[in-house]
């Protein structure tokens, strides 16, 4: 389990931590919020482990006992909040682990922490079960709570707590860092930064994926057979995806950078600055086949999409009206 030190990004925020602890003005509630895949979690481990450090000079020292403990996931005081169903926390959930355990003092750490991910899956009930303890806390209580949609809290929570606001990571830095931890070829990391758009955990997944070279073989041959295919056989052809171990989302955004590689072909003959460098021959004759506009739209399409289907859309029709948009504008 990474401290400080091996983060990528978000510096500010971590420094705004490493002074909390170092001046003792720890906060008793945190929310934790950046889009899935920012590395919340990751952060909020790194702070545990930080805070429960008994060793001297900089925390996290890596060594110590505490640390030894945080880093393997077994340190007693460390707490993560599980839940028995997918889509919610129940009141019993947080009554269980952390209203009713909080009052135990800590084990062997100065603190007692709580890390809740998905927090914002917390019921209304589950708020109010907690809002007593973020009011008044224990001394030693510690609580964060991760999400992707801040919004989904009560006002009363958001209030009490310090936010934590992690912001995508730069390309740069993403690519960077695929390239010195996953062997992949420099192509490959400039599309996985690219398609990850700041998120170092979903520029991971598609940089580690065995699947790689098919899954964008796929979206490439989509691509170019789109304007000929059917509507039917379309969605047949996407369904297949779901072999690989990537989302329809994940397939989609890949499909987006394609377009957005040809939105920049176009408007600036610049053959650098593309994504896709080895496709280049397919992006010049693709190109003329459309306007500027109609790709615009087609982007726009694509992210209509994703909406729908995080809404639980039906599949079929959410495919269908994206590649209806796409086989109007891209004539192929
Ligand atoms: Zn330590």
Redesign the pocket.
């Known amino acids: 389990m990474p401290g400080f030190k091996d983060i990528i990004g978000h510096k500010r925020e971590i420094e705004h931590l490493e002074k909390a602890i170092s001046t003792g003005k720890v906060s008793h509630a945190y929310i934790f919020s950046g889009e899935k895949g920012t590395g919340k979690l990751t952060l909020a481990n790194a702070f545990a482990m930080a805070l429960q450090?008994?060793?001297e000079g900089e925390?996290?020292?890596?060594?110590?006992h505490?640390?030894h403990q945080a880093a393997s996931g077994n340190h007693p005081d460390i707490i993560h909040i599980t839940h028995e169903k997918p889509n919610s926390i129940g009141v019993d959930d947080v009554r269980d682990q952390l209203v009713g355990d909080v009052q135990i003092r800590p084990y062997n750490g100065k603190y007692k922490i709580y890390i809740m991910p998905d927090a914002e899956k917390m019921t209304v009930q589950a708020q109010n079960a907690i809002l007593k303890t973020i009011e008044e806390p224990p001394e030693y209580a510690v609580i964060i709570l991760l999400t992707d949609n801040e919004q989904g809290f009560l006002d009363t929570i958001r209030s009490r707590c310090v936010l934590i606001q992690l912001k995508p990571v730069p390309d740069e830095q993403v690519k960077k860092y695929l390239m010195e931890h996953v062997e992949i070829p420099d192509y490959q990391a400039d599309i996985c930064a690219a398609f990850a758009q700041g998120n170092i955990g979903k520029a991971e997944r598609l940089a580690t994926s065995e699947d790689f070279n098919a899954i964008k073989a796929s979206a490439m041959k989509l691509i170019r057979k789109a304007g000929t295919m059917s509507i039917s056989d379309i969605i047949e052809y996407v369904k297949e995806v779901q072999d690989y171990k990537i989302s329809i989302q994940d397939y989609l955004d890949i499909l987006a950078l394609w377009y957005r590689d040809m939105v920049y072909f176009k408007a600036t003959k610049d053959v650098n600055g593309i994504i896709f460098q080895d496709e280049l021959r397919t992006i010049r004759e693709t190109v003329k086949l459309c306007s500027y506009e109609g790709v615009e739209e087609v982007m726009q399409a694509i992210e209509t999409a994703k909406t729908r289907l995080a809404a639980n859309v039906n599949f079929d029709l959410t495919m269908e009206l994206l590649f209806l948009v796409i086989k109007e504008n891209i004539h192929g």
Request: with cysteine; glycine share 18%; net charge positive.
């Open positions: 450090c008994t060793g925390k996290p020292c890596g060594t110590c505490s640390c």
